[in-house]
C-alpha cells in the first residue's frame, strides 16, 4: 500500500504500536493524547494534546509517532499539539485501562468530574481499587507518585504500594 493512500483508521493503528514512554504497557492512542489524524496533501497530520501542560514526556512521543509512521513509509509528518480542550483521563480506551491496571497502575476509579462544588477529601481521594488484589481498602500516601499524573497509595490488606492513575 501507498502509505500516502492509507486512511486516518490505518494510521491510528500504527500509532497503536507506540508506547507511552513512561508507562510501555499502553500506547499512545489507548491513552487517548492522538487526537486527530489528517492528510494535507502529502504531509500527514497528526494531533496531540499532552496528559498535562509540560509533560516531559511530549517530545519523546513526538519522536516515536514521527519515527513510526516514517518506518510505514509516510515521510512527510507534521505534529500539531492541540490543549484545548485539555485532555481528561476519559479518553483513555477500555484496553488501555485495563493495560494500566496488569501493569500494577490503578486505571482512573471515575470519570473527571468538576471538582469546584465537592469537599477537599471527595475531590482529592476516590475509592481505587488496588491492582493486584483487588481491594477496595486502600489508602491515599502522597498525591504525587511515580510521575506527576500519579498518585501514590497502599494497599491496607495486602499492604502492597502501588500507583493509581490521577483523574482530569
Same mark, same amino acid.
Given at each position: 500500500m501507498d502509505p500516502r493512500h492509507a486512511t486516518s483508521e490505518q494510521v491510528l493503528a500504527w500509532l497503536d504500536e507506540v508506547s507511552d514512554p513512561e508507562i510501555?504497557?499502553?500506547? /499512545?492512542?489507548d491513552l487517548g493524547i492522538v487526537r486527530d489524524v489528517a492528510w494535507d496533501g502529502d504531509e500527514c497530520v497528526v494531533t496531540i494534546?499532552?496528559?498535562?501542560?509540560?509533560?516531559?514526556?511530549?517530545?519523546?512521543?513526538a519522536e516515536s509517532v514521527t519515527a513510526e509512521l516514517n518506518k510505514r513509509g509516510i515521510k512527510k /509528518?507534521?505534529?500539531?499539539?492541540?490543549?484545548?480542550?485539555?485532555?481528561?483521563?476519559?479518553?483513555?480506551?477500555?484496553?488501555?485501562?485495563?493495560a494500566l491496571k496488569g501493569y500494577g497502575i490503578a486505571p482512573p476509579a471515575q470519570q473527571a468530574i468538576d471538582i469546584s462544588?465537592?469537599?477537599?477529601?471527595?475531590?482529592?481521594?476516590?475509592? /481505587?481499587?488496588?491492582?493486584?488484589?483487588?481491594?477496595?481498602h486502600t489508602r491515599l500516601v502522597s498525591q504525587f507518585?511515580?510521575?506527576?499524573?500519579?498518585?501514590?497509595?497502599?494497599?491496607l490488606d495486602c499492604r502492597e504500594p502501588f500507583d493509581y492513575f490521577k483523574c482530569h
Open positions: 510501555p504497557v499502553i500506547s /499512545v492512542v494534546t499532552p496528559t498535562y501542560s509540560g509533560c516531559p514526556a511530549m517530545q519523546v512521543i /509528518v507534521r505534529l500539531e499539539s492541540r490543549l484545548s480542550p485539555a485532555w481528561t483521563t476519559d479518553w483513555m480506551s477500555d484496553a488501555g485501562k485495563a462544588g465537592l469537599s477537599r477529601r471527595e475531590s482529592l481521594e476516590p475509592e /481505587v481499587a488496588c491492582p493486584r488484589c483487588g481491594s477496595m507518585g511515580s510521575t506527576a499524573c500519579k498518585a501514590l497509595y497502599q494497599c
